[in-house]
């Protein structure tokens, strides 16, 4: 098959699965058709973000009962449908002519928060989603964009200029990402909090997201270390936004290292629980709308975490730590380090005084997370 992207070359070797798994996610960014190529056909693949009018009429016209819009489960339940929420995809197939407006409507509920919504399970025909929509998600989540997309399966065409990616390089570059961490630079970096700290920068092998390891003085690599597992908040950590409880944790845990036995805080890039700022900033408009953090997340289609810790331990791994006290109220970081092989001896609280813009998210964290926060003082203080 003619690719239109020449992945091979004589001089410049083979592009990585994870290469590939980067274009083709700023191609869905960009609102570019992507193709994925499988054993069943091509397919062009459009983020449901990017959607046009344009673009709706021409494949009304020319291909009106062979596309479909892409939705996670959890944004299918949500939309009205009863199906199965978690950990799946179905494919609408629009019963008469759509909008732009419609589409976006149906895949964005901060679009639709002020909409008459009821109509729209009744206008699209409901199937379970095939490997090619599983795939599509997957990318469509690593890019940071709602989980939604059209796909148009292509028979014999082949579209000019697109980004091609084979289904099982999606798949392949997304786990080689986790897999490949290696250290690319560290440095001294004296803090407010903590004079002796060392930053170690890590990045998958041909690229793709990068994570931090910060070392606060020596810690012992003969005795269990004290770590966090901290996922990026750009507005709590940077900004110290108030809705959450991340700056103080951030900066607690630096201080609890510096002022004890040392430690390492991993800074995963992980903003928004694994689903991206821009999707977190949605989050947070559901949530002023009366959701609590765990329905504003299902409601966007993403499940309650997105998170993978798979980096984490690999940072471990190459800074040699083989035996950890975990400095969280979360117990699924806990067991997930524990199921990836890590020995986990011990779990410290970290807990903050609450505020009056972060009790009710610390609350549910609580309630619905499993959390393990004394409820009871939530409630009292902040
Ligand atoms: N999707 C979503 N993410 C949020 C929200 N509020 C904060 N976050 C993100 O949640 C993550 C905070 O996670 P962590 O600090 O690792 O905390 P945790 O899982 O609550 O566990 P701890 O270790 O106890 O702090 C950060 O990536 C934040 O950006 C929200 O309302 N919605
Ligand atoms: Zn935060």
């Not at 019963?95 to 729209?120: H, Y």
């Not at 379970?128 to 939604?148: N, Q």
């Not at 020596?218 to 966090?228: A, C, E, K, S, Y």
Request: include cysteine.
């Amino acid at each position: 098959m003619n690719s239109p992207v020449a992945y091979l070359d004589p001089v410049f070797g083979v592009t990585s699965a994870l290469s590939k798994v980067d274009r083709a996610a700023h191609e869905l960014r960009r609102g570019d058709a992507l193709i994925i190529q499988s054993t069943s056909g091509n397919f062009a693949v459009i983020a449901a973000e990017a959607v046009s009018d344009p673009l709706l009429l021409n494949l009304q016209a020319h291909d009106a009962n062979n596309w479909h819009l892409v939705v996670t489960g959890q944004r299918a339940v949500r939309i009205g449908f009863e199906v199965d929420a978690q950990d799946s995809v179905y494919q609408l197939k629009a019963k008469q002519p759509v909008t732009t407006k419609s589409v976006q409507e149906l895949v964005d509920p901060t679009i639709s928060l002020n909409a008459d919504t009821d109509s729209q399970a009744h206008s699209w025909h409901i199937d379970t989603g095939d490997h090619i929509d599983g795939a599509a998600v997957l990318l469509l989540k690593h890019a940071g964009l709602l989980p939604a997309c059209v796909v148009v399966p292509l028979k014999d065409r082949m579209l000019q200029d697109s980004v091609c990616i084979a289904e099982a390089d999606i798949r392949a570059g997304i786990s080689e990402q986790r897999e490949t961490l290696h250290i690319v630079s560290r440095a001294r970096v004296p803090l407010e909090d903590a004079e002796n700290v060392e930053i170690v920068a890590f990045r998958p092998e041909d690229g793709g997201t990068e994570h931090l390891a910060i070392i606060v003085g020596q810690p012992d690599l003969n005795q269990p270390v004290m770590i966090r597992l901290h996922s990026e908040c750009f507005t709590g950590d940077l900004l110290g936004s108030l809705r959450c409880d991340c700056g103080s944790q951030l900066r607690g845990a630096i201080s609890l290292m510096a002022a004890t036995e040392g430690g390492i805080l991993l800074y995963l890039a992980q903003e928004g629980r694994g689903i991206g700022l821009i999707n977190k900033l949605r989050a947070y408009q559901l949530q002023d709308s009366g959701l609590d953090t765990v329905d504003a997340n299902f409601d966007l289609g993403f499940e309650e975490d997105e998170r993978d810790y798979m980096p984490a331990v690999q940072m471990l791994k190459h800074l040699n730590v083989r035996q950890v006290r975990v400095l969280t109220n979360n117990p699924r970081k806990v067991n997930a380090l524990s199921r990836l092989g890590v020995n986990v001896v011990e779990r410290v609280a970290h807990v903050f005084p609450a505020n009056r813009h972060n009790r009710g998210y610390l609350m549910t964290k609580g309630t619905r997370g499993g959390h393990l926060f004394d409820l009871s003082s939530l409630k009292e203080h902040g």
